[in-house]
């Protein structure tokens, strides 16, 4: 691609629904990213532009999502509130009743589907829905905050279309409602980097769930330790997933950007700057294939906002003096962590190679 169309997908009705103050997932994010790129100059230009998400259809949420959950999420956000919603997880501390529930992840899911049809298209090669990435909802389930998969209705429209799909999560917990959407696919292949599911929510996403049937070998998972800093992060990603992307050959990348993996996040324990980001989203455009990027967890408000606004500049092609001042200055890595880290990232890359590398003849 010589110049890539590059595509924000944003609008202040998101603002319309917020979670409890008292909730970490905090709905601010995506305009303060806004402001950041717009007062950059970053959504103007030939190349550059904005769209605004619009609601998800009903008929496209039931290819993921079940008639039953959908009515229960629907008329919980109403005020009727049953046991029945919150047997599937609806209304609890994670995943509260909010006013507007369903009307905003009904529209922030539409955002990364805009993003989806666009690159269809051909009107965009990247788009970044910073309001998107609810990787942890499942088909009769509100899960990790996450009440709508836009992240899996996104992927499952472009493999309708014909699409080779990669999907690629750097949140810090496992990317697991889209990882078993797709765990007997191989239309769809999905790559998880984060922290060690024994000490972080989910729990699920070991180097040995690698896809079953089809997909044997198109389920991927990274589980990084405690502690786990930018050089080792990144070797693990070119050790990992440059081979496998390449070697898969996706027509086109959806990639979860959760930033819930850099230092200071107050739910997680990884040591990423920003920095890493910018590496991994550079590593991705070499590929020279679409991307449609989300937003994702990421509950260090400033860190986050920071890293997004840094991404959007890296993926649309804005480097400038700016973005300097955008980027996190780099960790110390004390000897201890390097020495502790260091083994038990390559005893984890060790192993998803022996499960997976030789199914893709790498
Ligand atoms: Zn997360």
Not at 326 to 339: G, I, N, P
């Amino acid at each position: 691609m010589a110049k890539r169309k590059a595509v924000f997908i944003y609008s202040p009705e998101l603002e319309e629904y917020h979670y409890p103050p008292e909730h970490p997932f905090n709905t601010i994010r995506a305009k303060k990213v806004r402001e950041i790129v717009n007062s950059m100059g970053l959504l103007s230009g030939p190349d550059r532009s904005e769209a605004a998400p619009v609601p998800a259809e009903r008929v496209v949420l039931k290819k993921f999502h079940s008639a039953r959950y959908l009515h229960a999420l629907k008329e919980a956000s109403e005020g009727k509130f049953n046991t029945e919603a919150l047997s599937m997880g609806i209304g609890t501390l994670d995943c509260p009743v909010f006013k507007g529930l369903y009307d905003g992840a009904v529209l922030a899911a539409g955002g990364t589907l805009v993003g989806a049809k666009l690159i269809l298209s051909g009107e965009a090669d990247v788009t970044f829905n910073p309001s998107g990435g609810f990787h942890h909802a499942g088909p009769e389930r509100a899960s990790g905050f996450c009440y709508v998969n836009d992240v899996t209705l996104a992927c499952m429209l472009l493999a309708e279309a014909g699409k080779r799909v990669l999907y690629l999560d750097v949140d810090v917990h496992h990317g697991d409602g889209v990882a078993y959407a797709f765990y007997d696919r191989a239309d769809v292949m999905t790559i998880s980097f984060h922290e060690n599911p024994r000490m972080l929510f989910p729990g699920t996403g070991f180097e040995d769930e690698v896809g079953t049937g089809q997909g044997k070998g198109y389920c991927v998972n990274v589980p990084l330790p405690v502690g786990t800093y930018d050089e080792v992060y990144m070797k693990a990603f070119k050790t990992i997933a440059l081979p496998l992307i390449g070697a898969y050959d996706p027509d086109l990348i959806v990639f979860e950007l959760g930033a819930d993996a850099l230092v200071g996040d107050p739910l997680a324990h990884l040591h990423l700057t920003n920095n890493a980001y910018a590496d991994i989203i550079n590593h991705l455009l070499s590929f020279d294939k679409p991307i449609l990027a989300t937003g994702g967890g990421g509950y260090n408000i400033d860190n986050t906002v920071r890293a997004w606004a840094l991404a959007w500049s890296v993926l649309c092609g804005g480097g400038s003096s700016r973005q300097g001042g955008l980027r996190d200055t780099e960790l110390a890595v004390s000897s201890q962590q390097r020495d502790i880290v260091t083994s038990q990232i390559e005893a984890t890359t060790n192993a998803v190679k022996v499960n997976v590398f030789s199914l893709h003849g790498l």
